[in-house]
């Protein structure tokens, strides 16, 4: 079958890096994303990756190795409003039935 | 733009009880979907839709049926509902499925209980 694999909850400094790591197990892969949740809100699309290496769009950075069914999202200079839910999701050739979100990772920073 | 609108915001249902769920989208978009997120298990998908008159069923179908008779709307409807309908229900639409112009552009969520 196929799976997506994310930590359930991840805690950070204001102002430091952190790193949300995403496995995968499929076939026929397409692309990886990421979607950032506030409580109560919608998921709000970061970035994608179709290649391997690394993406970057302001402080966040999202990276794919396709070889090692592997990504992480890369959230630099934390900020408070950056305390949210991230998903990464990933999508096959062909088929909008196919698109697997993960479980999310819960981000929390503190001052 | 108004992006993705979901209608109505909330709503509380008795069991057995049906209703439709609305989704709107103002960006042309060929691709609309709709999602249930549940607590600790991310959003998994219940149906969509590749274009006007086309649906397909996603990963969790059962107990839910869909419509696109204009480009624009998606309804998800639910005939018999059931507690463990209960759930947040979100649409999405996407220019395509292929590449970088799949991202997907969410509504705010309809939150559903069953009682």
């Known amino acids: 079958g196929q799976s997506l694999e994310q930590p359930s909850e991840v805690t950070a400094v204001e102002g430091a890096i952190v790193q949300i790591n995403c496995t995968y197990q499929?076939?026929?892969?397409?692309?990886l994303s990421w979607y950032q949740q506030h409580d109560g809100g919608a998921p709000t699309f970061l970035s994608y990756?179709?290649?391997?290496g690394l993406e970057e769009t302001g402080r966040f950075s999202s990276f794919l190795s396709r070889s090692d069914s592997y990504g992480y999202l890369l959230l630099q200079e934390l900020q408070m409003k950056d305390s949210a839910s991230y998903f990464c999701?990933?999508?096959?050739?062909?088929?909008?039935?196919?698109?697997?979100f993960g479980s999310g990772t819960r981000l929390s920073i503190r001052p | 733009n108004a992006g993705v609108t979901q209608t109505p915001k909330f709503r509380v249902l008795k069991t057995g009880q049906s209703m439709t769920l609305l989704c709107a989208q103002d960006?042309?978009?060929?691709?609309m979907y709709w999602y249930r997120q549940d607590p600790g298990m991310g959003l998994r998908l219940i149906h969509y839709?590749?274009?006007?008159?086309?649906?397909a069923k996603g990963e969790v179908p059962d107990g839910y049926n869909v419509s696109r008779l204009k480009k624009q709307n998606f309804l998800l409807g639910l005939e018999s509902a059931a507690p463990s309908q209960t759930s947040v229900y979100f649409c999405?639409?996407?220019?395509?499925?292929?590449?970088?112009?799949?991202?997907?552009?969410f509504g705010p969520g309809t939150r559903l209980t069953v009682l």
């Open positions: 999701a990933v999508s096959w050739y062909s088929s909008a039935s196919k698109i697997i």
């Open positions: 999405a639409s996407s220019y395509s499925d292929r590449g970088d112009s799949d991202t997907q552009y």
């Open positions: 839709s590749v274009g006007e008159g086309t649906t």
């Open positions: 499929t076939s026929g892969f397409y692309g």
């Open positions: 960006m042309n978009h060929e691709y």
């Open positions: 990756n179709a290649l391997d």
